[in-house]
């Protein structure tokens, strides 16, 4: 690891300021993926702002309509929470999923998603829910905030709050993990919304996270596994590696499909 | 005794492993440690046009930055590799000169050019990048097929065509004959994936010199410290053998890894005589992957003929074998003398011929790794047998039957000579353990659940315990196969053994200890196992190929049995009884028949004292021995395999998995049940998940664990696990050896369960869920269509 600097920040002004007068600093959430990175020597920021100890990034509440949870909540509490494994029970089970202990207890939900590895799990459920994403300075809906592989509509300086899902009339989430790794190599969330179904797709998209219309319509007519899994899928946008040709992911999207409309019921 | 041979002792030296107390060698911190980083290849085949170490060298903490042309500059000797084999017309095998440190061409990613060295670790790696080398970039070839046609680029001027030698075992034209003249004949091709070794211990290196005393030690995480100092010594030229210590301290696994001496071990030694200082290098992960000796990497074409009756007539193979960028210490012995030899398996077969074909390529040299040649020959026969049965629809079980030896000694067409064995033993409990008659409706009953149920067997054959020396250095090895032992006596009867074996996971501490509870009934906490210092032990060849326990534990058998005569011999005469009236049982020494005892301690003592010794006798209890085995040891057994696929997705679940072995005389049947289940995670890992892949231009794909998969807890059953025993005739305790078995045999139960669940018989390994998911779709489509 290349020589930086460490800074904890206390509130979201301190750690804006912080960045503010960084070199090429970078903000750090849980670090599951920011610190092997820079201990591999992949990634040098001169500056770490870690956001750890700022209070407004904490906790899970729910209105009954939406459930909110700050961006600074591990897995590990996103899985054992008794709010959201009430309101969504399919993203608890998701989380439970992530990485292996270590990962669900160290990363955090705004680290994952501003990240957006293309393979990581909560940027399907934030896209087939609906999510909005609140920044220190501004909200974003899941559509817009996903740009593709890594990308997201963050500025360098802007820090995700919190994640405010609208609770599903049911959802699901079902992925086939890349044997190595273990992240998704097709991960599909499936919910049922008051917009209808929603499907996201994570782990086989050429640019990251996607929605599959074709899926939707499909479930629309008919919210049955066999539905989703009889929708043709086109390998064409699919990624294809030496764990998985876009021919085999174009199966699991349809495979994992099924599965995550079975979970939901 | 109930710490003796036989007993399921826990592991002395667990208590420091499980607590975090092992001292492995990245533990170890000398005075004024400085440390090493090397600046490598990015390139898989370049020429080094020029090196600029001067921004580097002015780089804070930096002490100095050294090339290979100050390292041959210095005399230090190319690598080189420890067995010789020719090709069939007698030509030498084509050894390719391999500098510690590239000085004109660098032939795979990861060959070291530079060792820079500074005062931290972090300067280390900083001022390596800051190392400027010029290449002029080569084409690479990866491929051992693709190396050997024209045109392909050509790594060495000493290999014409990068083919290293064309060797040969058994003869061609009666094999050819008897396949000519056969009734049923089944032909196939394989690929034997290659495999990063992986030891949870990445290698380390620590070299310091003492300029006064002009004196080295070397702590390394080697397998075999004293085959490393005589290597570095006489051909390396480092330094004379009594002016280098080298100490393999606690060694977290090896695989065959560790065996070798690779360039970083001479590259600190010498930096370390020229800063004058102690210099350390531990490789991180992907240095691990980058340049850790992999394994396997075959390619094969069979073919076996049977007589109407199903009796094999004729097998004849030929091979392919990718050895990497240079030869490593064995890499010539592994695909030959360690494989071609097992090609028989457990059957009778009169004509066998075997072709071997080496070959350079850009990627990391290849050597032994875990089973070394006999699970390329185990997964060849076994598939092959699987294979044919399937063709000429006969019961798999039936055609292993009507080809089993079935009388010892059995010399096979391919130099090994079986000393013992009972092949249907081992099939019938693996069948019966398994419940091999009640598939049917396992399979019934797991189709409907829409999964596909399917079940395979191996029945392998390996040898242990190469030897003897004599006969290995006819056929081409630099180093005599034998182990050695010392069993120091103290005057209080305490004992220490001094083995040239080295554990590194086995276990030694308890085993070798239990053979002295066993001899004199001492409790096992009296006796403690030194092993891995060139200072402390007299000499040894180390651990790997199984060895430690048909060859190691003989020696200390053999140096037991001397140290038992003497005492027996002081004892009656201490008693005043007749010498071969003395029993040593339970820590005491008896006059049988009588009430005369004496406490073991009393005897070791009395040796010591010397106050009142036989005639002529010299003081002390220390006993020493040198073993040289008299036959290769020949461990057997059946594998069942039973899988179920999801034939959505093709991820397949090992629903049940025994193994039932013959390892001869089993000293401890925890520690060798461990073995076998670390063998059997690695044969799954190669069956289903392991390949190492480069790319076209010489890149390692899987250089780090996102995407090499190693084997995890949940892609392992829980084991069955049998034994039939017949004892090895050929040393003095009876054993075989353990501890390759289950990597040897697993990897065709595993193909063969498979391939059966999903009614596809093409199936290469690994055996990942997209292949076995397009191969069973492919035999769907197929089965539709017609």
């Known amino acids: 690891m290349y020589e930086t600097k460490y800074h904890k920040a206390g509130s979201l002004d301190n750690a804006t300021s912080l960045m503010g007068s960084a070199d090429d600093g970078k903000y750090l959430g849980g670090g599951m993926t920011l610190i092997p990175t820079m201990k591999q020597r992949l990634a040098a920021p001169s500056d770490l702002v870690d956001l750890g100890g700022i209070a407004d990034l904490q906790g899970i509440s729910t209105d009954g309509s939406t459930l909110t949870i700050g961006a600074g909540v591990t897995h590990a509490e996103v899985a054992g929470s008794s709010d959201v494994q ?129 899926m939707e319509a499909a479930l629309s007519a008919d919210w049955s596994p066999a539905a989703a899994s009889g929708v043709d899928v086109s390998a064409d946008d699919l990624m294809s590696d030496i764990h998985g040709t876009s021919d085999y992911r174009a199966n699991l999207v349809k495979v994992m499909a099924g599965r995550a409309v079975e979970a939901a019921g | 005794m109930s ?11 667990d208590k420091r492993f499980i607590t975090g107390h092992g001292r492995y060698t990245d533990d170890i911190v000398e005075q004024n440690q400085t440390y090493a980083a090397f600046v490598r290849s990015p390139h898989a085949h370049a020429e080094i046009l020029s090196i600029d170490r001067d921004a580097a060298k002015a780089m804070p903490g930096v002490i100095d930055v050294l090339d290979g042309k100050q390292l041959t500059g210095d005399g230090i000797g190319n690598i080189i590799c420890g067995w010789t084999v020719n090709s069939k017309d007698g030509t030498p095998m084509a050894m390719g ?82 396949i000519a003249g056969a009734a049923h004949v089944v032909e196939m091709d394989f690929t034997n994936n290659r495999l990063s070794p992986n030891p949870m211990e990445p290698r380390s290196a620590i070299a310091t010199y003492n300029a006064i005393e002009e004196h080295y030690t070397l702590y390394t995480t080697s397998q075999n410290p004293h085959v490393a100092r005589l290597i570095l010594s006489a051909f390396y030229q480092v330094a004379p053998e009594h002016k280098l210590r080298v100490i393999a301290p606690d060694v977290g696994g090896g695989f065959g890894s560790k065996i070798y001496v690779y360039p970083e071990e001479i590259a600190c030694l010498w930096a370390s005589m020229k800063t004058n200082g102690s210099v350390k290098w531990t490789s991180d992960r992907t240095e691990a992957f980058l340049t850790d000796a992999h394994g396997r990497d075959h390619v094969s074409t069979a073919k076996i003929g049977f007589d109407k009756d199903y009796k094999i007539v004729g097998l004849k193979v030929d091979t392919i074998a990718n050895l990497g960028a240079y030869m490593s210490l064995f890499s010539s012995a592994t695909p030959t003398y360690l494989y071609a030899t097992l090609l028989s398996g457990q059957y009778n077969i009169a004509n066998i011929h075997a072709n071997v074909c080496t070959v350079y390529t850009n990627t990391v040299p290849v050597d032994a790794y875990r089973g070394a040649g006999r699970p390329e020959a185990s997964f060849l026969i076994e598939r092959l047998i699987e294979t044919s049965a399937r063709q000429l629809g006969i019961s798999p079980v039936e055609l292993r039957r009507k080809n089993f030896v079935t009388e010892f000694p059995h010399q096979t067409p391919v130099i090994m000579a079986y000393d013992t064995g009972d092949f249907e033993a081992h099939l019938s409990d693996a069948m019966k353990a398994a419940d091999w008659d009640g598939i049917a409706a396992r399979k019934a009953e797991a189709e409907s659940r829409g999964k596909l149920r399917g079940i395979g067997m191996s029945c392998y054959i390996e040898a242990c315990g190469i030897a003897p020396s004599a006969a290995v250095g006819s056929l081409g090895a630099g180093v005599g196969l034998w182990e050695s032992a010392e069993v120091r006596v103290n005057p209080v009867g305490t004992i220490e053994i001094l083995t040239g074996s080295h554990s590194h996971g086995q276990g030694h501490e308890t085993t070798f200890a239990q053979l002295v509870c066993d001899r004199f009934g001492l409790p096992i906490d009296n006796v403690q196992v030194i092993h891995g210092d060139t ?37 009656a005469h201490l008693m005043e009884a007749d010498e071969g009236d003395i029993v040593i049982e339970n820590g005491e020494v008896k006059v049988a028949g009588t009430d005369k005892v004496l406490g073991w301690h009393e005897v070791c003592l009395a040796a010591y004292m010397a106050h009142n010794l036989p005639e002529g006798m010299e003081p002390g209890l220390k006993e020493g021995a040198f073993y040289d085995p008299a036959n290769f040891t020949f461990p057997s057994g059946t594998y069942i395999c039973e899988v179920e696929v999801d034939p959505e997705t093709g991820t397949t679940d ?38 190492a892949i480069y790319d076209d231009n010489g890149q390692l794909l899987t250089a780090s664990y996102m995407d090499y998969c190693m084997p995890r807890a949940d892609n392992l059953p829980s084991f069955t696990i049998g034994h039939t025993t017949t004892a090895c005739p050929s040393n003095p305790l009876g054993i075989k050896g353990c501890g390759e078995a289950g990597a040897i045999g697993s990897p065709p139960a595993i193909i063969n369960a498979i391939t059966d669940a999903i009614g596809n018989n093409n199936l290469s390994m690994p055996a990942t869920p997209q292949k076995v998911w397009a191969a069973y779709n492919a035999a769907s489509t197929k089965q539709a269509a017609e």
């Open chain 1, 86 to 214: 009430g309101a969504i029970p399919a993203l608890a089970a998701l989380a439970s999923h992530i990485g292996d202990p270590h990962v669900r207890n160290c990363g955090t939900l705004g680290g994952s998603i501003a990240n957006n590895d293309p393979a990581a799990d909560y940027p399907a459920a934030v896209l087939a829910l609906g999510a909005t994403i609140k920044t220190n300075s501004r909200e974003i809906t899941a559509g817009d905030f996903f740009n593709g592989m890594f990308e997201t509509s963050l500025s360098d300086d802007e820090i995700i709050v919190s994640v405010s899902f609208p609770i599903p009339e049911k959802a699901g989430y079902a992925k086939f993990p890349n044997p190595a790794s273990r992240y998704a190599m097709a991960g599909v969330f499936a919910a049922s919304t008051s917009d209808g179904p929603r499907v996201a797709v994570t782990g086989a998209g050429q640019d990251g996270v996607y929605r599959e219309d074709a």
């Open chain 2, 97 to 178: 000169a391999w500098s510690a440190l590239a000085t004109q061409y660098v032939r795979y990613v990861g060959d070291a050019v530079v060792i820079v060295v500074a005062e931290t670790q972090d300067q280390a790696r900083e001022a390596a990048e800051a190392v400027v080398i010029d290449y002029k970039e080569l084409p690479a070839v990866v491929s051992a097929v693709e190396a050997l046609q024209d045109g392909a680029p050509q790594l060495h001027p000493e290999a014409p065509n990068n083919q290293i030698f064309d060797w040969e075992i058994g003869d061609e034209a009666p094999t050819d004959e008897a």
């Open chain 2, 654 to 691: 090992i629903v049940q998995f025994t193994a039932v072995d013959d390892f001869g005389v089993i000293i401890n049947p925890m520690i060798v049940e461990g073995q076998v289940h670390g063998g059997l995670a690695q044969g799954i890992g190669q069956a289903m998940l392991e390949h």
């Open chain 2, 3 to 13: 710490e003796g041979i036989g007993a399921r002792v826990t592991r002395k030296e």
């Open chain 2, 535 to 571: 200072d402390k032990v007299q000499f040894g060849m180390g651990t790997y190929g199984s060895r430690s326990g048909a060859v190691g534990m003989s020696a200390i058998a053999k140096a037991l049995d001397k140290v038992e005569a003497k005492a027996k011999k002081i004892a």
